[in-house]
């Protein structure tokens, strides 16, 4: 079975701020990793997603993260953040094979502050 | 774009009644998904489908049931309403498994 730990619940930047959102995953077999931002009264959208090949993935609206798998780890990433980026964002991890759906961390609020 | 729709954004019932949250995706994806989403605890699976007429539990599937007839499809349904059930209700499909999931905009149900 596969888990996910988000190790920060809340995460509070200046606008233009570099921000870090952290990801750890938990797996015995090789997985697929995505990054999920929720806005306020909304589903959840993709930002980003790992299957395979170069370990650095580039999403949507400036958002990278990096697959780090001796440290099981994957970070998200942007190096300047705006009012806009204020949301909820939630890293979720499946197996390659077997029978398993997404298994979703517990969130990190990133509050962007002016 | 994968449309996924969720019948209600809000909905407000009495304990012990019968309640019924439809999900329609639009994309002829096979599998199907229902989620609670609570303060603190992130998203929770209620149940999947990975095809029609078909189903398996998630991680917290007491409480609730659900039905696939169709495809595109995927009804939650709330045997006898209780207020721990209050949550926002979220439906996602997806093409494949382990695929990205699709997300519709949610419900949020209040039972009193």
């Known amino acids: 079975a596969q888990s996910v730990t988000q190790l920060d619940s809340q995460v509070p930047v200046f606008e233009e701020a570099p921000v870090e959102l952290r990801c750890n995953y938990s797996s015995s077999v090789s997985v697929y990793l995505f990054w999920y931002v929720q806005y306020p009264n909304q589903g959840l959208q993709l930002l980003l997603k790992?299957?395979?090949?170069?370990?650095l993935v580039k999403g949507i609206n400036g958002f990278e993260a990096e697959f780090n798998k001796s440290q099981t780890s994957f970070h998200l990433r942007k190096p300047s953040v705006h009012i806009s980026d204020t949301a909820e964002y939630f890293c979720?991890?499946?197996?390659?094979?077997?029978?398993?759906?997404?298994?979703f961390g517990k969130g990190t609020r990133l509050s962007v502050i002016a | 774009d994968v449309k996924v729709t969720q019948s209600s954004r809000y909905l407000v019932k009495r304990t012990g009644e019968k309640v019924f949250l439809e999900c329609v995706q639009d994309?002829?994806?096979?599998?199907m998904f229902w989620y609670r989403q609570d303060p603190g605890l992130g998203l929770r699976l209620i149940y999947f489908s990975y095809d029609v007429k078909m189903k398996e539990k998630g991680d917290i599937p007491e409480g609730y049931s659900v039905s696939r007839e169709k495809k595109e499809r995927f009804s939650l349904i709330l045997e006898s309403a209780s207020t721990n059930q209050t949550s926002m209700y979220l439906c996602?499909?997806?093409?494949?498994?382990?695929?990205?999931?699709?997300f519709g905009d949610g419900t949020r149900l209040s039972i009193l």
């Open positions: 994309m002829d994806h096979e599998n």
């Open positions: 790992y299957l395979s090949g170069s370990t």
């Open positions: 979720a991890v499946s197996a390659l094979s077997g029978n398993t759906p997404l298994v």
């Open positions: 996602a499909s997806s093409p494949d498994r382990g695929q990205p999931q699709h």
